[in-house]
C-alpha cells in the first residue's frame, strides 16, 4: 500500500508543483491550500507524513505541527519555509518536525526527505505492530516468532511433543534451546509431570552421576541422608540434559544403560529403581562428527536421537529480532520498574542488521542494557553497545540536498575501511573484497596519481 501524504501549501503554484513530485513518486498524495482546510483533513485522515508550508494566514504550520503531533503518534511533518525563514523551520524541528524543505525547493532534496520519512513513519508503525502483538503472545507460553521456519519447526515439534519418543535439540548457543524443549513439554502427555533441566557441563563425572542418579545414606562421606537423583524427580515428565556432548565416556554408558533398561541405581545403591522419563537432550557441538572422532558413544547417539530439531540462529530469522526486541523491552522495563516503552527507528535498524553471534541470550543482554542505561522512554543508538553503533558508521551518512556519486560513495568508503584498519592496506583489502593490487590502483587514483 502507497504511503499517504497530506501537502499543505497557500501558494497554488508550490502546492502543484509538490503534488507532481510526490505523485510521480507513487505516494498517495492529499492536498489543501490553505492552513483551516488543510487541519481540517488532518483531523478527518490518516496520513503516513505531512508537509505544511510554513507561513500560512489563520493556522500556520506550526499549528499543523502540534496538532498533528496529537492525531499521528506514528507520523512525521516536513516544514516547507522560504529562505527568510530559516530560524522558525529549525524551531519547528525542535517541536517535532522531521525536516525542512526551503523554497525554491530540488526535486532530489524533495524526494530524498519524504522518502526517509516515510521509511521512519513506516517503521514507527510496524513497531507499534510488533508491540501490540507481543502483547497477544504474552502469557500463551509460545515461542516469540513470526519467521515461517520458525514456524515449520514448531508445527513439527507439536507433532513429535505427543509421541514420547527422545529428542536431540541442536542448535548454536543462545538459539533458545531449553526453551524449545518446555515447549515440547508443554505440548506432550507429560504436561502435568515435572520438566527438570540440568547442563552436563557444568559437573565433573562423579558431580554429575550424583546429579542424576542420586544417592543412598552413608554412600560416602557426608551422606547423611537419601539424595533423589533427577531422574527421580523428572519421573512421570520430561528431563532436559542440555550440553550433553559434554558427558564423559563413563558417564555416557551410565546414562545409555539407564535409557534401555528404564531404571537406575543411586551411589552407594545396590536395590533398582524404576523411572518413567522423557529425555530431551541439547547440544551446539556437532554430534555425529563427535561420534566419528571417539567422543561420544554411538550407541548413546542412536538412543538419543530418535527426532533431531535444529534450531536456526538469529541472523537466519531477521525477521524475529523486532519482535523479540520489543518482548525483552518489556519483560526487562517490568522487571526494573523503569517506564521505557520504545525503540527509536535508527536504534531497532541497527538492532536487525547486527548478525547477533549470541544470538538471543544476546539480544536480550542489550535490550537489558538499554533499558538499564536510557533516562526516558526511550531506547536510543547511543544506548547500544559498541559493537552495534558501528554498524552506523558502515553506512555513509547522507549530508546535504543531493546523493553522492558510486566515485565519491567508493572514496569516501576506502578511506573508512583505511582508517578503520590503521592504514594496513592488506587488512583493508581483505574488508573491500578486492586483492591489494586492486586496492592499490584505487587509492592512486583518490590521491590523483598517475
Not at 37 to 58: I, S, W
Not at 175 to 198: D, M
Not at 342 to 361: C, F, H, K, V
Amino acid at each position: 500500500m502507497s504511503a499517504r501524504l497530506l501537502v499543505i501549501d497557500d501558494e497554488a503554484i508550490a502546492l502543484r508543483n509538490l503534488s507532481h513530485i510526490l505523485l510521480k513518486e507513487g505516494y498517495d498524495v492529499t492536498t489543501r491550500q490553505s492552513g483551516p482546510g488543510g487541519l481540517k483533513e488532518l483531523e478527518q485522515g490518516q496520513f503516513d507524513v505531512v508537509l505544511t508550508d510554513l507561513r500560512m494566514e489563520k493556522v500556520d504550520g506550526m499549528a499543523i505541527l502540534r496538532r498533528a503531533r496529537e492525531l499521528l503518534p506514528d507520523g512525521e511533518v516536513i516544514v516547507i519555509t522560504g529562505y527568510a525563514t530559516l530560524d522558525s523551520a529549525v524551531t519547528a524541528m525542535k517541536q517535532g518536525a522531521f525536516h525542512y524543505i526551503a523554497k525554491p525547493f530540488r526535486l532530489d532534496e524533495v524526494r530524498q526527505v519524504v522518502r526517509a520519512a516515510v521509511e521512519v513513519a513506516t517503521l514507527k508503525r510496524e513497531n507499534r505492530e510488533l508491540r501490540r502483538h507481543i502483547e497477544g503472545l504474552q502469557g500463551r507460553g509460545n515461542f516469540i516468532t513470526q519467521d515461517m521456519n520458525m514456524q515449520r519447526l514448531l508445527d513439527a515439534a507439536r507433532q513429535v511433543a505427543t509421541t514420547d519418543c527422545n529428542v536431540v535439540i541442536s542448535g548454536e548457543s543462545g538459539t533458545g534451546k531449553e526453551l524449545l524443549a518446555r515447549y515440547l513439554h508443554l505440548h506432550s502427555n507429560r504436561v502435568e509431570g515435572p520438566f527438570v533441566a540440568i547442563n552436563c557441563g557444568a559437573f565433573q563425572e562423579e558431580l554429575l552421576a550424583n546429579e542424576l542418579f542420586g544417592h543412598e545414606k552413608g554412600a560416602f562421606t557426608g551422606a547423611d541422608r537419601v539424595k533423589h537423583g533427577l531422574f527421580e524427580v523428572a519421573n512421570q515428565g520430561t528431563l532436559f540434559l542440555d550440553e550433553v556432548g559434554e558427558m564423559s565416556l563413563p558417564m555416557q554408558v551410565k546414562l545409555l544403560r539407564v535409557l534401555q533398561e528404564r531404571e537406575l541405581f543411586r551411589v552407594g545403591g545396590t536395590e533398582p529403581i524404576a523411572v518413567d522419563v522423557r529425555i530431551i537432550a541439547a547440544t551446539n557441538i556437532d554430534l555425529p562428527e563427535a561420534v566419528d572422532h571417539g567422543r561420544f558413544r554411538s550407541d548413546l547417539w542412536f538412543r538419543l536421537n530418535v527426532v533431531h530439531l535444529v534450531l536456526p540462529p538469529l541472523r537466519e530469522r531477521r525477521d524475529d529480532i523486532p519482535l523479540l526486541a520489543y518482548y525483552f523491552l518489556r519483560k526487562h522495563a517490568l522487571a526494573m520498574g523503569r517506564e521505557v516503552v520504545d525503540i527509536t527507528p535508527e536504534a531497532m535498524q541497527l538492532l536487525s542488521g547486527y548478525d547477533w553471534p549470541g544470538n538471543i541470550r544476546e539480544l536480550a543482554n542489550v535490550v537489558e542494557r538499554g533499558v538499564a542505561l536510557t533516562r526516558g522512554e526511550l531506547i536510543e543508538v547511543a544506548h547500544l553497545p559498541e559493537a552495534l553503533r558501528e554498524l552506523k558508521t558502515r553506512i555513509l551518512p547522507i549530508t546535504g540536498s543531493t546523493l553522492p556519486t558510486l566515485d565519491e560513495f567508493e572514496t569516501d568508503y576506502i578511506r573508512q575501511v583505511l582508517e578503520h584498519t590503521a592504514g594496513n592496506r592488506s587488512q583493508a583489502a581483505e574488508i573491500l573484497g578486492i586483492d591489494r593490487v586492486s586496492l592499490w590502483r584505487k587509492i592512486k587514483r583518490i590521491e590523483g596519481q598517475p
